[in-house]
């Protein structure tokens, strides 16, 4: 859903595939304009009228009206005159917090609001962009994205491992696959959670109904989707929420936010996954009070990658990197220790 053209596009025109999406078999009929707001990152209803209008909007290699209704096994593709942004990386000056940099490798300390990689809605001022003006030539991964090892949330703060050459981006993604490497994050979710340490085992896949979301398969449905395990461990318990220690054995999209909230205990402020909501807690104004200025503290979901470890590529040499707590969710959590404390 980006910029329009202005006449409907000429069949000679190239079309590029922007998205694809599947309809699930039980989805009642329902607008196609309606449906793709739910699957499509920032996309008005007025733009997804204007690209079905523009004949950007195909149902089954058929273009349709914004007025056609999906119904279950529909093929739609949002096709564009343009290939999509996150193929045109441009390099930006911006400052990269580097934590540890030698011939092979870089790890960074990534800021909270920082996406990673261009992708729909964000095609600047990403981490990439910042990447490929300060090293130029960096080694593509399979998914063609320069020195990428793997990824946090745009509103995540904390470590990444970049690789600078082809031996270092094939030795530590082979690390990350095979589940050698060591990632630990810290997360503040709603709820006591009981046990003191646990694991949280579930395959993750896209939502069925909210392509935004990731969800947990299970029952019939459990072979869907892909295996994630998760390791945590309480390290603080503040009466309505707890912080609590995760650590990855697998790296799937939105694995913490997705396990925790499986659990029942959804991550403070996750908007995307309903933690932007009083969860836990008493019905006093006072108390929603002090929620509203928490999540205006931490405006974004509780979440910080910690600590990272693996083997350097080329040294063989084991290698940890710790970053703290950023201020915001420090004082967040300094919040929630008050109140615990002077709670009756």
Known sequence: MQEQTPDIQDENDELHEHYSFV????????????????????????????????????????????????????????????????????????????????????????????????????????????????????????????????????????????AKTEGAMNHLSFQFAGKTSEREYVALVWGNVVDDEGTIEGNIG????????????????????KPAVTHYKVMERLGYVTLVSCKLETGRTHQIRVHMKHVGHTLFNDERYGGEKILKGTTFTKYKQFVD?????????????????????????????????PEDMQKCLDKWRHYAKHKK
């Open 23 to 162: 309809v699930e078999k039980g989805q009642s009929p329902l607008r196609i304009d309606k449906y793709l707001m739910n699957f499509i990152e920032n996309a008005t209803r007025n733009k997804i009228q204007a690209a079905a209008k523009n004949g950007s909007i195909f149902v089954n290699d058929i273009p349709v009206k914004s007025s056609y209704k999906v119904k279950g096994n529909d093929v739609i593709k949002v096709m564009l005159t343009h290939p999509p942004h996150e193929h045109l990386l441009v390099g930006e000056d911006i400052p990269i917090d580097i934590v540890y940099e030698d011939d092979e490798l870089l790890v960074v300390n990534k800021p909270a609001g920082m996406v990673v990689h261009p992708g729909h809605g964000n095609y600047s001022g990403t981490l990439i962009n910042a990447l490929i003006y300060h090293f130029g030539n960096l080694p593509l991964n399979s998914s063609e994205r320069p020195g990428l090892v793997h990824r946090i949330d745009k509103d995540t703060s904390g470590l990444l491992v970049v």
């Open 206 to 225: 896209r939502h069925p109904k909210n392509r935004l979301q990731n969800t947990v398969f299970l029952g019939d449905e459990a072979d869907k989707g």
């Open 293 to 325: 200025n928490c999540f205006k503290v931490l405006p974004r979901q509780a979440l910080h990658a910690k600590s990272l470890g693996f083997e350097h590529p080329k040294t063989g040499e084991w290698m940890t990197f710790t970053s703290e707590v």
